[in-house]
């Protein structure tokens, strides 16, 4: 099974920037749906963006156009560039990746991002 290994959190101010990098332990991540997560202090999971196997992305309405999700699946790495960063952009950022037939996948640890205003 593929696990995933969330890296690159840390505070920022707000306006700017970070990466996130989802590495893939154990197989490749060729095959699976990887998508961003994040969630925050009494506030449920949501989805930030997601990437298909085709290259095909999806963003929830909060961060398009400031985020970026791209892969590489030789290099085994799904990355989230995050331009622009809000305070509200403060959570656990969780890398999930899933074979598309399916609606649960695999949960990276998550690493914390913290925009201060």
């Known amino acids: 099974q593929v696990q995933p290994v969330e890296s690159g959190g840390g505070l920022v101010q707000t306006g700017g920037s970070l990466r996130l990098s989802c590495t893939a332990s154990g197989r490749t991540f060729r095959g699976y749906v990887v998508g961003w997560y994040r969630q925050a202090p009494e506030k449920q999971r949501e989805l930030v963006a997601v990437i298909f196997d085709g290259g095909n992305t999806n963003y929830a309405d909060s961060v398009k156009g400031r985020f970026t999700i791209s892969r590489d699946n030789v290099k085994n790495a799904v990355w989230l560039q995050m331009n622009n960063l809000k305070p509200e952009d403060t959570a656990v950022y969780y890398c999930?990746?899933?074979?598309?037939?399916?609606?649960?996948?695999?949960w990276g640890q998550g690493t914390q991002v913290t925009v201060s205003s």
């Open positions: 999930n990746a899933r074979r598309p037939v399916l609606s649960t996948g695999y």
